[in-house]
């Protein structure tokens, strides 16, 4: 059998893998064990946790494993995507964890599962570890390889000591460095001089081979190594001598992942195909299914520097971006819906939204379903701060619905804050109704319902031990499982209710999420007034959401002075025009797709929530209201012959 080009890439990757001979050994001995285990491969960015994962990976595949390889950038953070995600490798529809076990429990060898960039995939822990990981055979060896070590809660849950294994990289030794430098033609002691900069780093060799061969770095030597990284990142943009490259460079590095298409829309005078594969040449940039992937350092480097010395610049970049990715978003398959927001995500500056979905640093806590055995120590935290009749009703919540309910845990495994998350159609409708804070929201809900089809959240109550219900590191770990639900119920999710007893604390940040207070809904427990706010994400949901916070800190607001999201208004001519609930429904709807054709069977299903009737003409009314109320802009609402319209405005 002939050859392929990638057995001759791995080959060659084989070849020039320098060192970690101690954790190779230690992979190779988790891949030759009878028993079931997870290695967490762990290590600062650009320390070579990639590399020495392919040259593994390698020699899994020669020793007769079964490579089943998953890059977490690409992989939605829920049950659904990871099982999308895992079917795509399988090459089969995994639907169930039932049914992934089932087919990886069929085969006889071998079989290494391996999930790369893993704190991405944070949002995933407490289920990969609590239902994914204990079902699986004894054949299969998991490797999770992330820039963060392991959370508390792998170490504190019984039974975990003796499967976890735990191998955590440094940099290379001075040999070690000398030889990888040696491949790149840096003689002796000019490679001894420039590990004394770099430290052994792996990424910081590859640079600096490219950009401190012939020069001086000994103003480098007493930098923390990732200012190291700034500078060479820098120097090898400046000593690229061809312009479209080097500023197809600095427009990727305010992107997630490269695309042609989104090379285009940035780059509008510079040929995208022919960038596209200037960058695949250079020597941090990494080619995937998915698009090229400049290496986290080096994009953060550059980006920070194009926004220090260009800021309209890298402005213009992350606008661009956003209307590309808007368009392609609005005609995609819901299964690849994620892709595009994380790309929307990965825009954003704001380090509130930002962190939500993408933290940077794990958290001290884990969160995870409430055991039965919980219920003492979240009874006691309720005590701690809430009167008896509010304990009472958490009391009662509890007792009729353990799930809604989730544990907060510290590095020991002690419960030490909670929320409790529900959908009330899921709720005892005598439950709601003896509860004043969840009846008041099924009142408000009766006023101002939303589609047929849309679901509810009622986020009921979350306190910590020693803060309450006030900003904390567990409040924040309760949030972030909270955006694993959010992504879950798209693209059905479509509003979320809370209740706070001081809305201060929270006011500026609610604001910039879309929060609004539900004043009618405000009432009273032991004498306290409990607060409602309440997130309608709109009709495209929680995608749809994401995209406008994008779009804001942006100042893409252009449209505005047609459509006024928050006041859920139109404006024209700077005067204020009110839309019933379908009115602004249907209009979002259009707007959130502006340019592009909308069909009425998606309109009559999204905004509605029913299946398409061909001779309903439900939509027709509203549009024709909207286009009256609109008077001299309703030409903006283009009938498109046979299929639906089309929103048309300018910025």
Known sequence: MKQRVSDLIAAEASRSFVGRQCEMALLQEGLDSKLPAIVFLHGIAGIGKSTLLAAFLEHARSAGARVLALDCRSVEPTERGFLR?????????????????????????????????????????????????????????????????????????PGWHNLLHTVELDGLSSDEAKLLLSRSKIPGARAAAINRVVRGHPLALTLAASTLGQQSGRNLETSAIQRVIEELAKLYLADISDAPTRQALEASCVLRRVTIPLLSAMLREVAAGRAFESLRELPFVHSEADGLHVHDSVKQAVAASLRSADPIKYHAYRRSAWSELRSQLACVPVNEHWRYTADMLFLLDNPVIREAFFPSESSLFSVEPSRA???????????????????????????????????????????????????????????????????????????????????????????????????????????????????????????????????????????????????????????????????????ASVDGWLSRLVAAELDLGGEQNVVD???????????????????????????????????????????????????????????????????????????VTGYGYKLRYGN
């Open 373 to 539: 055995e919980d219920r003492s120590a979240i009874e006691s935290i309720s005590a701690r701060h809430e009167g008896s009749e509010a304990c009472a009703q958490l009391s009662r919540w509890f007792a009729a619905l353990p799930q809604s309910f989730s544990s907060v845990r510290d590095a020991t495994g002690k419960v030490v804050g909670f929320y409790c998350l529900f959908d009330p159609n899921a709720a005892p409708r005598n439950l709601l109704r003896r509860d004043p804070v969840a009846n008041a929201w099924i009142k408000h809900l009766r006023q101002d319902s939303p589609p047929k089809a849309g679901r509810v959240l009622f986020l009921r109550r979350w306190l910590a031990d020693a803060s309450g219900e006030a900003p904390s590191a567990i409040q924040a770990a309760c949030w972030l499982d909270i955006k694993r639900t959010y992504l879950a119920l798209r693209p059905q999710l479509r509003r979320v209710y809370l209740a706070l007893s001081d809305l201060a604390p929270y006011a500026s940040v609610a604001q910039k999420l879309g929060f609004c207070p539900i004043e009618s809904a405000a009432c009273k427990l032991d004498q306290r007034t409990y607060y409602t706010a309440m997130l309608d994400f709109g009709p």
């Open 565 to 639: 999201l928050e006041g859920r208004q139109l404006v024209l001519s700077g005067k204020s025009v009110p839309l019933t609930r379908l009115e602004f429904a249907v209009m979002q709807y259009l707007h959130e797709r502006k340019g592009k054709p909308v069909a009425r069977s998606a309109l009559i299903q999204d905004v509605w929530g029913h299946k398409y009737d061909v001779g309903s003409n439900v939509v027709d009314v509203v549009i024709k209201s909207l286009r009256k109320k609109l008077g001299k802009y309703a030409d903006a609402i283009e009938t």
């Open 85 to 157: 995600a895992l079917s795509s490798v399988l090459r089969r529809k995994v639907s169930s964890v039932r049914k992934a076990v089932s087919i990886l429990a069929s085969r006889n060898r071998r079989v290494l599962l391996v999930l790369d960039h893993y704190e991405l995939c944070r949002l995933l822990d407490s289920w990969l570890r609590q239902a994914f990981i204990p079902q699986l055979p004894s054949t299969v060896l998991l490797l999770l390889s992330s820039r963060e070590p392991p959370g508390s809660a792998w170490s504190t849950s």
